[in-house]
């Protein structure tokens, strides 16, 4: 596994599916509301699989809170990348046994599709930060939670949320610098703003 494919199996662990209707079809997408974030995955799966794709915009149902109720999709079909892919969650314990570059990969991933970062103020003069990820599928936080761990970054435990998600958090200001300058995130500017 080099570090594009497992950027887009960390993805895929948030953002995507694997479907297959029949022995001919076979299907990889990923839908999100950021455009800038799936133009960002889709030049990846472009280099992944040596093919273009294109975008598509799914318009959903709109209400007063949230009035611009849309969402980008990308999918692709191919019965090679299929099983490629679908090999690579059936043994994502692998990962373990990666380098550190294709871990950090994988992590991005995952925190782009599925993390969050916040800033966040006790009083005007002090401020702290947060990464949070947030999944229903507990022993993707479990699998996440070692991966950080074997490159020494510190985490919080996994806890489930009000709305029956579980999360996972990083507080402490030594391990969120060591995640921005070890992993990142790609999908905005943060990485600047916290270094």
């Not at 043994?91 to 966040?120: A, H, T, W």
């Not at 990820?133 to 070692?146: A, V, Y």
């Not at 998600?165 to 300058?181: A, D, R």
Request: charged share 30%; hydrophobic share 35%; net charge positive.
């Amino acid at each position: 596994m080099n570090i594009r494919e497992a950027y887009i199996l960390g993805v895929l662990c948030g953002d995507g599916w694997l479907t297959h209707y029949n022995k001919y079809y076979y299907e990889m997408g990923f839908q999100t509301k950021n455009k800038r974030f799936i133009f960002h995955i889709k030049k990846i799966l472009e280099r992944v699989s040596g093919k273009k794709h294109k975008v598509y915009v799914i318009l959903g149902k709109t209400n007063k809170f949230s009035p611009n109720c849309r969402s980008f999709r990308i999918k692709f079909c191919s019965k090679k990348l299929y099983k490629k892919f679908e090999n690579y969650l059936k043994n994502l314990n692998r990962i373990k046994f990666n380098k550190k570059e294709v871990k950090c990969s994988f992590l991005k991933g995952v925190y782009d599709s599925e993390g969050s970062f916040r800033l966040s103020y006790r009083t005007p003069a002090r401020r702290y930060y947060r990464i949070r990820l947030t999944n229903k599928n507990k022993n993707l936080l479990k699998f996440c939670k070692k991966l950080l761990e074997s490159i020494e970054i510190a985490v919080a435990g996994i806890y489930k949320n009000n709305n029956n998600t579980y999360v996972l958090g990083i507080y402490k200001k030594s391990s969120i610098l060591s995640f921005m300058k070890n992993i990142g995130f790609s999908k905005s500017n943060i990485t600047r703003m916290v270094i």
